[in-house]
């Protein structure tokens, strides 16, 4: 069993095509097909049902699928290896982010990444904090930018503290609220809010913080994206609260301080057990030491 014929069979099942596979692994059609037809002679098992129409996984072969891309991470991984220990690192590098993130300069650091290690492959994606924490858990991503409220911890994965911010108003340039210089959270739970998810690490440290106020708010509109958020603010459609730092981005809103004001941590965290070559390379141009991991 060949690793090329492992790669052919992962195209061939995540792009359902014969012809389609062939175009991603640069080969030959026939090629391609007789190296499957090989290995499933060699297997004892028709890894694909083929018709006139479409390609799909037998049982056998979904089976076998998982088990592949096992064997080429491993393949990859280990080549990556061995090109770090003689001075050349590669591969691939994937960065989960919140939208807000603020404490690093990310566009910047990825181009001073890219520009010391043009050999990785970059991949960059956006989410909230709980689901970064996991995909770095399960290896879909290596290294990401969180926030937390003071209160909680990233678990399960390595981890450092960039910087604590505090939340500020944020209302578009003609509310009521634009002209003052401060506010506390009594007074803004009598507005309508925009805010992100409930139960996301981004929306809690609000909740709480009204909630330990004995406050209760209205939050109208729900949002995944920080970015969007801002824009339905400055549409007029109600108020957020969002981390200072982040706030100095932004355009065509008004900020307020809040005198009462939740707090909020942003951290940077990598796999416990995994960190690859090219993750620690980019720990180090983040100037995050590495050689003492804890929790």
């Known amino acids: 069993m060949e690793l090329q014929q492992m790669r052919y069979v992962v195209a061939v099942a995540e792009t ?22 090989r290995l499933e002679k060699e297997l004892g098992a028709r890894l694909f049902e083929r018709t006139s129409r479409r390609v799909r996984l037998t049982p056998a072969g979904a089976a076998f699928l998982p088990a ?7 393949a990859e991984r280990a080549a990556n290896e061995v090109a770090a220990a003689i001075g050349e690192v590669r591969g691939r590098l994937a960065v989960g982010l919140i939208p807000s993130v603020a404490a690093v300069d990310i566009p910047g ?23 970064l924490v996991e995909q770095v858990r399960r290896g879909g991503i290596e290294v990401a930018f969180l926030g937390l409220p003071p209160t909680v911890r990233p678990e399960g994965v390595n981890s450092r503290e960039l910087a604590h911010d505090r939340l500020v108003a944020v209302v578009g340039p003609d509310h009521p609220l634009a002209q003052e210089p401060s506010v506390d959270l009594r007074r803004l739970s009598s507005e309508v809010f925009v805010d992100l998810p409930a139960r996301t690490a981004g ?3 609000s909740d709480l913080a009204f909630s330990a106020a004995g406050i209760h708010r209205d939050v109208a509109f729900e949002v995944t994206n920080a970015d969007f958020l801002a824009r339905l603010v400055g ?30 941590v942003e951290h940077i965290i990598w796999s416990r057990d995994n960190r690859t070559p090219a993750a620690t390379a980019f720990l180090s141009i983040l100037g995050i030491p590495v050689d003492d991991d804890t929790e």
């Open 235 to 264: 549409q007029g459609l109600g108020v957020a609260m969002l981390p200072s730092a982040y706030v100095a981005q932004l355009t065509g809103v008004t900020t307020i301080e809040v005198t009462d004001a939740p707090t909020r």
């Open 203 to 205: 929306r809690v440290q």
């Open 16 to 37: 359902n095509s014969f012809t389609r596979a062939a175009e991603r692994c640069l080969v030959v059609q026939s090629a391609l097909s007789h190296q499957v037809a």
């Open 68 to 74: 592949a891309r096992q064997c080429l991470e491993a």
């Open 109 to 131: 650091a990825l181009r001073d990444f890219n520009q010391r290690y043009p050999n990785v492959r970059i991949s960059l994606s956006v989410g909230a904090s709980d689901g």
